[in-house]
Nanobody
Framework: QVLLVESGGGLVQAGGSLRLSCAGS????????MGWFRQAPGKEREFVAV???????DYAESVKGRFTISKDNAKNTVYLQMNSLKPEDTAVYYC????????????????WGQGTQVTVSS
C-alpha cells in the first residue's frame, strides 16, 4: 500500500517562499514518477510539476522559473521549492506518484497524498 504525506504548507506573503515535502512509503521513489498538482477553490485540480524516474522534470508555464521539484531517493521524499509566490498560487497542493509517466502527466496517477494548504496573501 502506497502512502504519500505532504507537509510544509502555510501562510506566506506575496514574494515569499515555501518548501513542500512529500514523504512516501510502500513505494521506492527512484523507480517512480513523482508529481505535484494543486487545486484552488472553485477550480479543477491542475498540474504543477513532475519529476520522472530518469531525472526529467517539467513544469506548468505558470510556475516555470519560480518552482523547483526535486527528489531525495534515499529519504523517499519529493520536494517542491516555491519562490516568488503570488496570490494566484493559493491552493491545496497534492503529491502524486505513478509508474506510468503518461498517467501522471495526464493528471491521473494511481496514488495521491492528502494535500497541504498554501495561502499567499497580497
Amino acid at each position: 500500500q502506497v502512502l504519500l504525506v505532504e507537509s510544509g504548507g502555510g501562510l506566506v506573503q506575496a514574494g515569499g517562499s515555501l518548501r513542500l515535502s512529500c514523504a512516501g512509503s510502500g513505494r521506492t521513489f527512484s523507480s517512480y514518477h513523482m508529481g505535484w498538482f494543486r487545486q484552488a477553490p472553485g477550480k479543477e485540480r491542475e498540474f504543477v510539476a513532475v519529476s520522472a524516474s530518469n531525472g526529467y522534470t517539467d513544469y506548468a508555464e505558470s510556475v516555470k522559473g519560480r518552482f523547483t521539484i526535486s527528489k531525495d531517493n534515499a529519504k523517499n521524499t519529493v520536494y517542491l521549492q516555491m519562490n516568488s509566490l503570488k496570490p494566484e498560487d493559493t491552493a491545496v497542493y497534492y503529491c502524486a506518484s505513478d509508474s506510468n509517466f503518461r498517467r501522471i502527466a495526464a493528471g491521473r496517477p494511481d496514488s495521491w497524498g492528502q494535500g497541504t494548504q498554501v495561502t499567499v496573501s497580497s
